[in-house]
């Protein structure tokens, strides 16, 4: 029996809470198979891939350019440190 406002303890009003928690549980994965999922999973990155902006060919130059020079830099800095740590170490140790 509810009262004026209305109560939700009324067991009528639990079994219909816990009936709705039970009907999502499974979602839309459970209504479909592996193969249609990763079907969708395919069709899903093709998408993505359709949104992607591709560099033009001069930028795609300019971007590795930039990138071999910075190699090469940090290459160059690394062989002149360890060619110092080096000397540094025979002439502490011998």
């Known amino acids: 029996m509810t009262d ?8 009528d009003a639990q079994d219909e809470v816990s009936e709705s928690k039970r009907a999502r549980k499974g979602g839309k994965r459970a209504k479909k198979g592996p193969l249609k999922r990763l079907a ?10 359709r949104k992607v902006v591709w560099p033009t060919r001069n930028q795609l130059t300019s971007y590795t350019t930039v990138v071999i020079f910075f190699v090469a830099i940090m290459i160059a800095l690394v062989t002149v440190i360890d060619y110092g740590l080096n000397h540094a170490a025979k002439y502490v140790f011998g």
């Open 4 to 11: 004026a406002v209305g109560s939700i303890d009324t067991p």
């Open 40 to 49: 969708t999973f395919y069709r899903q990155i093709i998408a993505e891939l």
